[in-house]
């Protein structure tokens, strides 16, 4: 009989996998930025969002605030590598206006970090605070980079076209979601659950794009 541990460890592997995936699926939409040498309307806000739940499941994730998380911190690792190259790429090919604006969020996202963690590591003395205190802030960041692709909707209806809604992106944060979810309910993580099982923004935001597209398709 399989044990819960490696069960956990597979599904984790699993969704690790998945996670790099999510993480890449902007791959295309950057090779288009790339192209043109510009970002047009692209929105900077989904990897934003995403650079910064990185960072601090990479913090949650370590042996001195969450023990035993390995597959946590790792994979947030890479995502936040990951981040860091696409954000370079939209700064480089951003309007002056737009690349401060870029800028000057990275920075805030950045002293916000060094704050949190020195003052966690400091004033928290025990991991089972320290996983509260982390936990419930990787909470609201998770839940932003789940909303972050939704702030583009707008736009798909003014013009009427999907061409810069991340679809991949959605459909890749919900697989992600589901398999987290699995992986906490094995070994029951209560801050990895709560951000994952309920993926009613994932969800909505791929029935958008499939509507919007039969939509626009039809020339209505």
């Known amino acids: 009989m399989v044990s819960a541990e490696l069960a ?3 599904v984790g592997i699993t969704g690790n996998v998945i996670s790099l995936f999510l993480f890449m699926s902007p791959v295309p939409t950057f090779v288009q930025i ?29 042996p001195i605030v ?22 370079l790429l939209f700064i480089i090919h951003s309007d002056s206006k737009k690349r401060l604006k870029v800028l000057l969020i990275v920075l805030a996202e950045v002293i916000f970090m060094a704050v949190l ?19 419930i802030v990787a909470i609201v ?4 980079m789940y ?23 959605s459909l890749a944060s919900l697989a992600n979601g589901v398999a987290w979810s ?13 951000i994952h099982l309920p993926l009613s923004l994932a969800y909505t935001h791929v029935f ?10 039809m020339g209505l």
């Open 147 to 169: 909303a972050a692709p939704l702030s583009i909707m707008k736009l798909v209806i003014t013009t009427k076209s999907v061409e810069y809604m991340p679809f991949f992106i």
């Open 208 to 217: 958008v794009i499939a509507v919007a597209s039969v939509i626009f398709d």
């Open 8 to 10: 956990r460890d597979v």
């Open 182 to 194: 699995a992986y906490a309910l094995i070994k029951f993580d209560p801050f990895i659950l709560v």
């Open 34 to 62: 790339w192209k043109k040498k510009s970002v047009e309307q692209f929105s900077a806000a989904p990897y934003l969002a995403t650079l910064i739940n990185c960072v601090v499941w990479v913090l949650y994730g370590l």
């Open 117 to 135: 963690t020195i003052l966690v590591l400091t004033l928290v003395h025990t991991t089972k605070k320290r996983t509260v205190i982390v936990g």
């Open 66 to 87: 969450h023990p035993h998380s390995t597959l946590v911190w790792t994979i947030n690792g890479a995502g936040t590598a990951i981040e860091i190259v696409y954000l």
């Open 141 to 144: 960041f998770n839940a932003m």
